[in-house]
């Protein structure tokens, strides 16, 4: 998030003195078109410094606009909240990448805590099992699978019958399993985590639960840009929103 209040001061005196009580109009309006370029520069840095970000990422920034009466406007990021534990609102996925902290559970992480799959210091990470899609996620289908064969949902929502399993197994359909919960010390010898049993018996790692708290360098230095911008745009929408009132014929 950035927040740029108002600063007479950026006017010229003598432009400031002949807007008279217009001008905390004036500096609010030009304080919401600079916050409006941020927002429609962001995706084309986004594109700049990530590989492929997807639609939802490009469009995730919001502006507060600024008024008179408050003296301040803010472009921040939305939240979006999914369903089933497999979302996560676009700031919290992008600020790691801005700030180069650490990065927080995801929706999906904190669901299998909450349904008691994974320990609260673990984190869920995309192995070899799965194909991450272009945009290096991982596809949204994959999700309602693991879900249903490890009977996760919620009130049984969602989950595989025992007759859905059966017919699964009869046709050779892979299976997904947590070794933990598998009989036999193979299984246990696997590295925690979410597996899938192939067709042919060989296994593989969908997710593997690791206590690494996984962090992020400054990938996306967001903040800068937004500065840079507000530098240099804030003058020009200035002196425009003052003309527009000074311009009008009844003042």
Same mark, same amino acid.
């Given at each position: 998030? #950035?927040?740029v209040r108002d600063n007479h001061q950026a006017f010229d005196a003598q432009l400031a003195r002949d807007l008279g009580r217009d001008l905390p109009f004036a500096v609010a309006r030009a304080i919401t078109w600079t916050l409006k370029d941020v927002q429609k520069n962001s995706p084309n840095?986004?594109?700049r410094d990530f590989d492929n970000p997807v639609r939802w990422? #490009?469009?995730s920034m919001r502006v507060e606009p600024a008024?008179?009466?408050?003296?301040y406007g803010r472009v921040y990021f939305k939240d979006e909240h999914k369903a089933g534990g497999k979302g996560t609102n676009a700031g919290r996925y992008l600020l790691p990448n801005i700030k180069g902290t650490r990065r927080p559970h995801t929706r999906w992480e904190k669901f299998l805590i909450a349904r008691g799959?994974?320990?609260?210091?673990?984190?869920?990470m995309p192995a070899s099992g799965i194909r991450l899609d272009r945009?290096?996620?991982?596809?949204?289908? @994959?999700y309602p699978e693991i879900i249903a064969q490890l009977r996760l949902g919620i009130?049984? @929502?969602g989950n595989a019958s025992e007759t859905t399993m059966r017919r699964r197994k009869a046709r050779g359909v892979g299976r997904i399993f947590i070794p933990q919960l598998a009989k036999g010390t193979a299984a246990n010898s696997l590295h925690r985590g979410i597996w899938h049993r192939r067709k042919d018996g060989t296994i593989e790692p969908l997710f593997i639960f690791t206590e690494n708290w996984p962090a992020y360098e400054v990938r996306f230095p967001w903040k800068v840009y937004a500065r840079k911008t507000v530098a240099n745009h804030l003058p020009h929408q200035l002196r425009r929103s003052a003309r527009m009132i #000074?311009?009008?014929p009844n003042r």
């Open positions: 998030m #950035l927040t840095w986004m594109r990422t #490009l469009n008024t008179k009466r408050k003296g799959v994974m320990h609260r210091n673990e984190y869920a945009h290096g996620n991982v596809p949204s289908r @994959i009130n049984g @929502i #000074l311009s009008k």
